[in-house]
């Protein structure tokens, strides 16, 4: 069985935190995003994975069919 001796050193997180780095500060202190409101979002269509989505300004999801050549609501 081997034992680990300890060497005096502690763990990677045992620092001081309270040190700083200039260049992370400078990056983290912009101004922060506006954040889109989605209760008055615009229609949006998208494609994934070959299907063709479109979501209403009502929140209403719909699917393209090819065969039949219109949007159908989605129903999961």
Do not use: C
């Not at 990677?12 to 954040?35: R, Y």
């Amino acid at each position: 069985m081997y034992t680990r001796q300890s060497n005096g050193q502690q763990g990677p997180f045992a620092h001081d935190s309270s040190s700083t780095d200039g260049a992370t500060e400078a990056n983290m202190a912009q101004d922060p995003k506006a954040i889109p409101d989605l209760e008055q979002a615009s229609p949006q269509q998208w494609e994934e994975n070959g299907v063709h989505w479109s979501r209403d300004a009502n929140g209403q999801l719909s699917y393209y069919n090819q065969d039949v050549g219109a949007w159908l609501p989605y129903e999961g």
